[in-house]
């Protein structure tokens, strides 16, 4: 062979040789194809939870830092290794495998707790199934897993504080009933210490009407005959609400008891009350009160007051006579005196005693006034007199349906049916 045709043959097979690497440079630039690849670890190593792409055969292609850390190993002893192997130590794969399932039904699925692979926590894994198209198509599976450890402990700690506010709920709930079992009771006690009916006293119409804000109150009140022409009408209000207020209440009850049967002077009996409330309560609660003795034989009422709003009476003509007397409220001060006055009344005459909860309350939000105050009520009481006196106590809560009560209250009503001043007979 001469030396022409030897470099001929050597040209033609260089040409054609570079011309096959040019072709398949253009076709795959390998600069493209190696930024690509570190690319794309890049992307995954970016990724702060564990991330691997799983071929078909549970062989893992790919896998971020993340993930290397997890299952506990470097690079190449993580590549190309079963994932069944790296996340759970077996040499088969998983009779439950959800990967399997997520490549058959192409859908998302989800392993909602396994055993991280340290042995020490918890994970959850979802696997993602997705093709890759070059060429010819391939499968793979993203595998995505989340530590749990934390959650895990967190739930666990959540479940046993929530059986620890169960229990804690069910003793406040025991408790709660033991309370309101209570105040039954202190009710039933409270309520056997006031007068179940007005009594039937010749001479007088009496009606009246006591509306505690809670099962127990602070307001009292009795009614009192000494003889058959001598009757006593007390009416108390204890400071404060609840069980505290009727506490007090109970002990000047039973003062007004002990100290009534000795038939003492109005204002003597206000004095006995205030120095049992000073021995015995030390709370700084008080008690304000009214007390009187109608006299039905002279026709005349005795009355002393201690800080209580002031009853009034109010005269068939209208009329209006406040029952006022110097007195500060039972249970501050000791050895205070109070003062006594008597007047006159006459057959049609009407007194009204009262608790300040009835006329201390709030109007309706779409009402102008606030509060209906004490000057506002004696007007109504000065209204309402002109009612048959059945429907009187009728009357008056008729006229203040509209309004709010935020405090225990107690009225009560009294009418004189004396004939004469002097006879001392009834009405027919």
Same mark, same amino acid.
């Given at each position: 062979?001469?030396?022409?045709?030897?470099?001929?043959?050597? $040209?033609?097979?260089?040409?054609?040789?570079?011309?096959? $690497?040019?072709?398949?440079?253009?076709?795959?630039?390998?600069?493209?194809?190696?930024?690509?690849?570190?690319?794309?670890?890049?992307?995954?190593?970016?990724?702060?939870?564990?991330?691997?792409?799983?071929?078909?055969? &549970?062989?893992?292609?790919?896998?971020?830092?993340?993930?290397?850390?997890?299952?506990?190993?470097?690079?190449?002893? *993580?590549?190309? $290794?079963?994932? &069944?192997?790296?996340?759970?130590?077996?040499?088969?794969?998983?009779?439950?495998?959800?990967?399997?399932?997520?490549?058959?039904?192409? *859908?998302?699925?989800?392993?909602?707790?396994?055993?991280?692979?340290?042995?020490?926590?918890?994970?959850?894994? *979802?696997?993602?199934?997705?093709?890759?198209?070059?060429?010819?198509?391939?499968?793979?599976?993203?595998?995505?897993?989340?530590?749990?450890?934390?959650?895990?402990?967190?739930?666990?700690?959540?479940?046993?504080?929530?059986?620890?506010?169960?229990?804690?709920?069910?003793?406040?709930?025991?408790?709660?009933?033991?309370?309101?079992?209570?105040?039954?009771?202190?009710?039933?006690?409270?309520?056997?210490?006031?007068?179940?009916?007005?009594?039937?006293?010749?001479?007088?119409?009496?009606?009246?009407?006591?509306?505690?804000?809670?099962?127990?109150?602070?307001?009292?009140?009795?009614?009192?005959?000494?003889? +058959?022409?001598?009757?006593?009408?007390?009416?108390?209000?204890?400071?404060?609400?609840?069980?505290?207020?009727?506490?007090?209440?109970?002990?000047?009850?039973?003062?007004?008891?002990?100290?009534?049967?000795?038939?003492?002077?109005?204002?003597?009996?206000?004095?006995?009350?205030?120095?049992?409330?000073?021995?015995?309560?030390?709370?700084?609660?008080?008690?304000?009160?009214?007390?009187? $003795?109608?006299?039905?034989?002279?026709?005349?009422?005795?009355?002393?007051?201690?800080?209580?709003?002031?009853?009034?009476?109010?005269?068939?003509?209208?009329?209006?006579?406040?029952?006022? *007397?110097?007195?500060?409220?039972?249970?501050?001060?000791?050895?205070? +005196?109070?003062?006594?006055?008597?007047?006159?009344?006459?057959?049609?005459?009407?007194?009204?005693?009262?608790?300040?909860?009835? &006329?201390?309350?709030?109007?309706?939000?779409?009402?102008?006034?606030?509060?209906?105050?004490?000057?506002?009520?004696?007007?109504?009481?000065?209204?309402?007199?002109?009612?048959?006196?059945?429907?009187?106590?009728?009357?008056?809560?008729?006229?203040?349906?509209?309004?709010?009560?935020?405090?225990? &209250?107690?009225?009560?009503?009294?009418?004189?049916?004396?004939?004469?001043?002097?006879?001392?007979?009834?009405?027919?």
């Amino acid at each position: 062979m001469n030396s022409s045709v030897f470099w001929f043959i050597h $040209i033609s097979i260089l040409i054609l040789f570079c011309s096959a $690497i040019y072709l398949f440079y253009r076709k795959f630039p390998l600069h493209l194809i190696y930024k690509s690849k570190i690319g794309l670890q890049e992307m995954l190593d970016g990724i702060s939870d564990p991330l691997a792409v799983i071929s078909d055969d &549970y062989t893992v292609k790919r896998a971020n830092k993340a993930y290397i850390s997890l299952v506990g190993r470097d690079f190449p002893n *993580t590549i190309g $290794i079963h994932c &069944y192997e790296l996340l759970r130590g077996i040499d088969h794969p998983c009779p439950d495998c959800a990967m399997k399932k997520a490549r058959i039904t192409q *859908t998302t699925a989800h392993v909602e707790r396994s055993t991280h692979p340290d042995g020490k926590g918890s994970i959850s894994i *979802t696997f993602s199934p997705f093709i890759q198209t070059l060429e010819t198509e391939s499968s793979f599976t993203i595998e995505h897993i989340h530590d749990i450890t934390i959650l895990e402990k967190l739930k666990l700690d959540l479940e046993s504080k929530n059986k620890t506010l169960a229990h804690t709920t069910k003793t406040l709930k025991a408790a709660q009933q033991n309370i309101r079992d209570e105040l039954r009771l202190a009710r039933l006690i409270q309520q056997g210490l006031l007068p179940k009916n007005a009594p039937d006293i010749p001479g007088l119409k009496i009606s009246n009407v006591y509306h505690p804000i809670t099962d127990v109150g602070g307001d009292l009140y009795d009614f009192i005959q000494f003889s +058959p022409k001598r009757f006593g009408v007390f009416i108390g209000d204890a400071s404060g609400h609840g069980l505290s207020a009727a506490f007090v209440g109970t002990i000047s009850k039973m003062s007004l008891y002990n100290h009534s049967q000795r038939e003492l002077p109005v204002n003597k009996l206000l004095a006995s009350i205030n120095h049992d409330l000073l021995t015995n309560i030390h709370t700084g609660h008080y008690l304000t009160c009214f007390f009187c $003795i109608f006299d039905l034989e002279n026709c005349t009422i005795t009355f002393s007051r201690a800080g209580h709003p002031v009853p009034v009476l109010i005269k068939k003509d209208g009329t209006v006579i406040p029952l006022k *007397t110097n007195g500060t409220f039972l249970g501050l001060v000791s050895d205070i +005196p109070f003062e006594s006055v008597t007047i006159d009344f006459e057959k049609g005459d009407r007194f009204y005693f009262f608790t300040d909860g009835i &006329y201390e309350v709030m109007q309706s939000p779409d009402k102008n006034d606030a509060l209906f105050g004490y000057d506002r009520f004696v007007e109504l009481l000065t209204r309402c007199s002109s009612q048959p006196f059945s429907k009187l106590i009728t009357g008056i809560q008729h006229e203040l349906k509209n309004y709010t009560y935020e405090d225990d &209250y107690t009225l009560i009503a009294i009418e004189s049916t004396i004939s004469s001043k002097n006879s001392g007979k009834t009405a027919l």
